[in-house]
């Protein structure tokens, strides 16, 4: 009998030692969940008026800026489109900014807006290595002066917001789609542009222009 349970007891010691243990890392894991959660850190409070970028801007073209905007060090400017080949002009040639570099020019769509398009400019600075962006409210039938005449390179991205969003830039040297074929309709980043392109319309403007396809 006192064998029995002997045998007994060591089987069950047996089936407890041959339980799968959870691995630490799930172990860690559940007292990390069931600890209380920290709440995430908030971004510092900055005085956009006290950073020296801003304050150089407002003293020499403060007239020109309708709102200033600070996100994650970086800072921005809401201008009036009227204003945006002289701020530019500014922006490149005054000793303490010297932005000689235009990283990009994009367009946005919003249509629930009264202005629904933004043209936004992101410049660069070489020498100072800072970074500021400019941005300019449009109408649907409003166009923006081309910065061209300030960095020869926007004639490029000034084509490309042209050819997906048709915002236009009057005194542009070339302003025609740089992406898309010159006869093609629409512009597919605005948000009412059907996400496939129109129904039928690719497969249509593939028949008329490419000879060799006859399968669509």
Known sequence: MAGEKEKKVSKEEVKEERKPKAPAAEEAAKKKAAAPKDEAPQEPQVDVDTLPLVKRVKEVKGEFIEDVKYFRGEITFVVEKEVIVDLCHFLKDDSETRFDFLTEVIGTHYPEREKPFEVVYHLYSTSKKHRVRI?????????????FPVWRSATWYEREVYDMLGIRFANHPDLKRILLPDD???????????????????EAWIKAHCASTNKL
């Open 135 to 147: 941005k300019v409210q449009l109408a649907e039938d409003e166009e923006v002066e081309s910065v």
């Open 184 to 202: 093609w309709e629409g512009h597919p980043l605005r948000k009412d542009y059907p996400l496939q392109g129109p129904p039928g319309y690719r």
